[in-house]
């Protein structure tokens, strides 16, 4: 129910998770040994280097790219050519589909933990997507019923059944029910606002990618969402502006995208 009618059933290489909702599947296909779309993290860092962790959602994840081709790759080598004489780690955090409600226990639970210089943060897309409940709402699953069902979604069985009852919860006539952001755009401010408190408290700078952006092919235009902004006082890239300055390459630019409005 989190995303209404465009999931039913957790795709191949996810799991449930009782505070995330979901997360990537460790150890399947390209993801290292905690779920993450990269190389295995290190703890420590490499003595005198600069660590940055990317963290969002599918954009950040980099689907449909080639591992070597996400941004946080291309942002690595990028920093490496300018500066040679330093050295730098870029870690992708990236899950798609994932709100900044999410992205603020995966910054508490998972990415402090390895002691990031920087966390470049860029939520939006999800956060504004129509749902039954917004994820504050959602209520959290025992730990011991999620393992039960990530044992048993390995039988096709259960994954038919399963389906099946969840299109009878949610029937595509409810979609009118969609009413509801996943996270508001007052709530999307302050979670924004607790992962700039949490990395400060950490000695963390961050920096947020924020405005999502959107082309819509039909008409030709580059379109953004100014009710999802970064709060005051916070270091921050409007991705809306920089795209709308390159509207008339904008096609070019959102051919990895299916969907009617483009934003990968």
């Known amino acids: 129910g989190v995303a209404g009618r465009y999931v039913l059933e957790y795709p191949q290489g996810y799991l449930k998770d009782r505070e995330l909702f979901w997360r990537l599947e460790p150890g399947c296909g390209e993801y290292n040994s905690l779920g993450f779309r990269d190389k295995e993290f290190i703890a420590e860092k490499t003595a005198g280097s600069i660590r940055i962790i990317c963290m ?5 994840f980099c689907w ?11 942002l690595g080598k990028l920093l490496q050519d300018k500066f ?3 050295k730098f ?8 589909g994932y ?4 992205g603020l226990i995966l910054l508490q639970k998972y990415a402090i933990r390895y002691a990031p210089d920087l966390v470049i943060v860029y939520y939006g897309v999800n956060d504004r997507a129509g749902c039954y409940k917004p994820d504050k709402y959602q209520r959290a699953t025992p730990s011991l019923v999620v393992n039960i069902e990530n044992f048993l979604r390995r039988f096709a069985f259960y994954r038919l059944a399963l389906g099946f009852t969840l299109s009878l919860k949610y029937p595509p006539q409810r979609d009118s029910l969609l009413i509801n ?14 992962i700039a408190q949490a990395a400060r408290q950490h000695g963390i700078q961050s920096l947020f990618i924020v405005n999502p952006a959107f082309y819509d092919p039909q008409k030709m235009l580059v379109l953004g969402d100014d009710a ?3 709060p005051q006082g916070t270091d921050q890239f409007d991705i809306y502006k ?10 070019g630019l959102f051919l990895d995208d299916v969907r009617p409005l483009n934003f990968h």
Not at 64 to 74: E, F, L, R, S
């Open 56 to 60: 969002g959602d599918s954009v950040t």
């Open 64 to 74: 449909p790219a080639g591992v070597d081709n996400t941004y946080p790759k291309i």
């Open 84 to 86: 040679p004489n330093k």
């Open 89 to 96: 780690e870029v870690l992708n955090f990236g899950v798609p």
């Open 99 to 102: 709100t900044s409600y999410q």
């Open 181 to 194: 952001h996943r996270v508001s755009s007052q709530d999307y401010r302050e979670n924004l606002q607790a």
């Open 228 to 230: 999802y902004s970064s």
């Open 242 to 251: 920089f795209f709308k300055k390159r509207e008339k390459e904008a096609e």
